[in-house]
């Protein structure tokens, strides 16, 4: 059995720890708070000058982990399950992107207080669009004719909520500001606007409020200022139908 020379056994030794070094996952952060804490961070493994981004992790400025994804091979391809979480460290979302690389698959979305966002039967559950970093901003709860639409701001707080039925809107629909107040409230029946119509400002109090009947505006509408006294109306009877969409 021939023995390896020292020199030779530096080498090997060098050796594997490049390739160790290669393979281990580390960390690089991409962006940061400006108090320094790290905003979104890259897992990365190979070498420095080319190297493979196998995960990441965005934050919220309280240290709280707001999403963690996989990915794998080179391009990068996302993989495996995606998680997002809520701001006190509840769980939002988790999605499996091992087989969907767009949008993932068998969803499960969560309230802030750890509740299901649709409580019947479920068909399936959807994420038809991301946002900008890739949280699920488009939500699809699917049940025979119906799909329960929820639309998401990139913290996950709601942005809107409505019903489709056979993909025509129908029933109630709501929007709402980032803060959580609604922005506007509206009622649809087969993709037409119908009965009230409400419009907040940011503070809660009405804009401006008035009927639906068949996509067009009816009856008295009315218009408030910052502090919600009634500054204007418009009798939409009497003006010209067509004006009045």
Known sequence: MKLLSRPSILVLLVSVLLVTSCNRVREEVIQSYPSGKPLLVFLVKGSKKAP???????YYENGQLQFEKKFTGRPEKP??????????????????FSKNREFGDNWVFLNRNGG??????????????????????????????????I?????????????????VRNGHVIFYFPNGNPQVEADFVDGLEEGPYIVYRQTGIPFYQGSYHAGQRVGVWEFYDEEGNLVNTIDYSKSDPQKNK
């Open 52 to 58: 493979i981004r196998v995960g990441e992790r965005m």
């Open 79 to 96: 993989d495996g399950i995606w998680n997002y979480y809520f701001d006190n460290g509840q769980l939002f979302a988790s999605g499996d």
């Open 116 to 149: 299901p966002y649709y409580d019947g039967k479920l068909d399936s559950v959807l994420v038809t669009d991301m946002g900008t970093f890739g949280t699920p901003s488009t939500v699809a709860f699917c049940s025979g004719r119906h799909q329960d639409i």
């Open 151 to 167: 639309q998401f701001y990139s913290n996950y707080t709601v942005r809107s909520t409505e019903r489709l039925t056979d993909g």
